[in-house]
């Protein structure tokens, strides 16, 4: 399925004729693997592939009584590195492998006049002759240091048998280009990925869902989706996750919601993060309904609403302009037992100040502060805004004076 790292490789090497005496201990690196194999060069139709980068020249010349020469050599790291490189190096864990970190060191110092990364791995694999522990060893460390290399490195360690390759490897390539928008790599991988004998599955199609969504492609997303149903496998969870996040960032939560409704009929459960952003889709335009059907939704899931999820569905009534029911909401969260963020108070002030209701707002805020409920800074600059819109600053001031004296002689306690 995979091909040797050397065949990805350029060297002149010079054809011998088929009239030379036949020769078998030279190495055929044949099919997948670099394993030394028998040859008669006397048969028709042989075809030499590229050998493996040798440990010298002199070495070179006594096996093969030809002259090329290798683009790179493999040279210790030595004092003329940079001040970053020589950081980098010294921030590689001291647990890794020698072998390790020293195509780790390679990689930090290459340089694309001393050859090309291809040649630099592939003397490596040469001379070092890794494992796949090996090869995951140094993508792990790429990948965390987020090193520009990585998936070049990625893409050249799926080519060789000594890195074991397999679906798994596809997809996380797959998947960082996805990150990085390079949809048409990404896909190019895709297609390497088939052409290698490697059956697509749920998990790679998913990572192109959510890629090919994240950049605004609502139809390929689409016909990926189609490409999983057709697998013959009960779509799992993730890929539902992923087509349905790839019709909310379109502006769609109604096809969104039609798959959660799709999934529920066949018991599966999305997960929180696409509930809260399904709620917030509709939260965002006012849609009180899809907002309070969500909200149920979710509930029925067995995902208990947070401050956060509370404040999504007030935050529905007040674009609404439905200060009443964004009060009713605003106090179910507190009857559920949770404390009201700054946030919520913010939010609750909107549909107030869209209706034009001070007095209510003013009220609203006084009873959160008997309770020991004090207004933040989002929720002051709230007011405040208000208050500047209406020129109102001093009047206000005067009002809430009066408001606390009332309660007072009323009798309602203070704090």
Same mark, same amino acid.
């Given at each position: ?17 088929? $009239? ?16 030394? !194999? ?150 190019? !991988?895709?297609? $390497? ?12 199609? !998913? ?16 016909? !990926? ?78 995902? +208990? ?17 439905? +200060? ?16 009201? +963020? ?13 209706? $034009? ?9 006084? @009873? ?42 009323? @009798?309602?306690?203070?704090?």
């Amino acid at each position: 399925m995979a091909t040797s790292l050397s065949n990805a490789v350029w060297f002149l090497y010079p054809h011998r004729t088929i $009239n030379e005496p036949p020769k078998t201990h030279h190495p055929k690196f044949s099919g997948t693997t670099f394993r030394p !194999t028998p040859i008669n060069l006397s048969s028709s139709g042989h075809r030499f592939h590229s050998p493996l980068m040798a440990l010298s020249i002199e070495e070179t010349s006594v096996a093969e009584n030809t002259e090329w020469k290798p683009r790179f050599m493999w040279d210790e790291i030595g004092s003329d590195i940079t001040e970053s490189q020589q950081e980098a190096i010294d921030e590689l864990p001291p647990k890794m492998s020698k072998r390790c970190q020293a195509i780790m060191k390679q990689i930090i110092c290459f340089a694309p006049e001393k050859g090309s990364l291809c040649e630099v791995l592939n003397a490596w694999v040469s001379i070092m002759k890794p494992s796949r522990a090996d090869w995951l060893a140094v993508l792990k460390e790429l990948r965390i240091k987020d090193h520009p290399l990585y998936l070049q490195v990625a893409e050249i360690a799926v080519l060789d048998d000594s890195f074991e390759p397999n679906v798994r490897d596809y997809t996380k390539i797959i998947h960082g280009y996805g990150k990085r928008n390079r949809i048409e790599d990404a896909e190019s !991988t895709l297609l $390497n990925m088939k052409s290698r004998g490697f059956i697509c599955d749920q998990v790679t199609l !998913t990572a192109m869902i959510d890629m090919y969504s994240k950049a605004g492609h609502l139809k390929l997303a689409e016909d !990926t989706f189609e490409d999983i149903k057709l697998l013959g496998q009960q779509v799992d969870k993730r890929a539902y996750g992923s087509m349905i996040m790839a019709y909310i960032r379109a502006g769609m939560p109604e096809q969104g919601e039609t798959l959660l409704i799709e999934m529920d009929a066949q018991e599966i459960v999305a997960g929180s993060e696409v509930y809260k952003a399904l709620l917030r889709a509709y939260s965002m335009v006012g849609d009180t309904e899809g907002a309070q059907r969500v909200f149920n939704a979710l509930q029925l899931a067995g995902i +208990s609403p947070d401050a956060k999820i509370c404040g999504l569905l007030i935050n529905a009534y007040g674009i609404s302009g439905q +200060s009443q029911k964004a009060r009713a909401a605003f106090e179910n969260m507190r009857k559920a037992g949770l404390k009201p +963020s700054d946030k919520c108070i913010a939010l609750m002030l909107a549909p107030y100040e869209k209706e $034009n209701k001070l007095q209510m707002a003013l009220k609203f805020l006084m @009873g959160l502060e008997r309770e020991g409920i004090m207004v933040g800074k989002e929720a002051a600059e709230t007011l405040a805004g208000w208050f500047k819109k209406l020129g109102v600053v001093e009047e206000v001031d005067m009002v809430l004076r009066e408001f606390a004296a009332t309660e007072a002689n009323s @009798g309602i306690p203070t704090s």
